[in-house]
């Protein structure tokens, strides 16, 4: 019998991504022409779940989409890629998210997200509880009822847990949010969201503030300036990998579901961040937000330096 894959647990948001590419991005109004354009699926934590099977992992997500073509499509993707959607909801009379993304020739992008306003209140956190025999549990805050049934069932379970912290949430522990800090085993946030959940401009003193606040491990990812955490009380650093970047979209995503299958894999902790720090740097390198998603193959030989980019960075955002 074949062994088991690690298997990753997500739940979040899963989105359908329309990416443009653009030689400069906007700055006015008026028409402009792109010289690329993609359809293909996002969100957070759906990124996360794509990205542990392009690794060579196996993932089941829970989520919502709506009764519309667009979560056809989702689920489409989500079965080419052969992620389990046992779990996953479709809300009744509601749209799925969608995100509208440019991309300028500096890989910098622009984004515009749609969600509809009751999507989430309306999805049935109980389907999060579902983690399986999962090895680790990813969330993102999008869904915080769905994230908090998600985590405190890992916990229960004495499973691991990674919570990407991508923008800004309410620490206070009597919130929905500070509740899912309280949950996880794995922080690792954005700079902008460290800094402002934290109040505090300061990269390290917000670092070692959220690890004081929180019973967890904690990191966070400065784009190319690399990733820092804490590590028996002191700031630990791995500098980003050089690469000229083409698209950044997706990067956060696909650190945070790399250093996820990297725990699964029974990796410690300063290992996955250098495993999900080359895997983020080569999604970088090409067009195309989780269709640019890169093999294990290519990861594995950037980190012996087989890669044309080794040597060379840029960390998720």
């Not at 028409?31 to 542990?52: D, F, R």
């Not at 196996?58 to 989409?65: D, K, L, R, T």
């Not at 509601?94 to 209140?121: K, M, Q, W, Y």
């Amino acid at each position: 019998m074949p062994e088991r894959l690690p298997l990753v647990a997500c739940a979040g948001i899963v989105t359908l991504d329309h990416i443009f590419q653009i030689d400069t991005l906007p700055t006015s109004e008026g028409k402009y022409t792109a010289t690329g354009h993609l359809t293909v699926g996002g969100g957070v934590a759906a990124n996360a779940a794509a990205t542990v099977v392009k690794l060579g992992g196996a993932s089941s997500f829970i989520g919502c989409v709506g009764d519309d073509d667009s979560g056809d499509n989702v689920l489409a993707q989500f079965a080419d890629l052969g992620i389990a959607t046992d779990s996953m909801q479709r809300i009744a009379n509601h749209s799925t998210p969608i995100s509208f993304i440019l991309v300028d020739g500096a890989g910098r992008r622009e984004l515009v997200n749609f969600v509809p306003d009751d999507f989430f209140t309306s999805a049935n956190p109980w389907f999060a509880d579902d983690i399986g025999d999962a090895d680790v549990v990813l969330v993102d805050c999008r869904w915080p009822a769905g994230a908090l049934h998600a985590l405190r069932s890992a916990r229960a379970g004495g499973v691991r847990s990674v919570v990407d912290v991508d923008r800004p949430i309410d620490a206070d522990p009597v919130t929905e949010t500070g509740q899912i800090i309280d949950a996880a085993t794995h922080l690792v946030f954005s700079r902008t969201a460290l800094t402002a959940t934290m109040h505090n401009e300061h990269l390290v003193d917000a670092l070692r503030a959220a690890a004081k606040r929180a019973d967890a491990w904690v990191a966070v990812t400065d784009g190319e300036h690399g990733v820092s955490w804490i590590e028996d009380g002191r700031v630990q650093h791995h500098p980003a990998v050089q690469v000229d970047a083409v698209d950044t979209l997706g990067a956060g995503d696909v650190f945070h579901g790399a250093f996820a299958l990297a725990l699964a894999e029974g990796r410690r902790e300063r290992d996955a961040v250098r495993f999900a720090s080359a895997a983020a740097a080569l999604k970088c390198t090409r067009f195309g937000g989780r269709a640019s998603i890169p093999g294990r193959a290519e990861v594995d030989a950037l980190l012996d330096g087989a890669h044309p980019t080794a040597g060379q960075v840029s960390a998720p955002r």
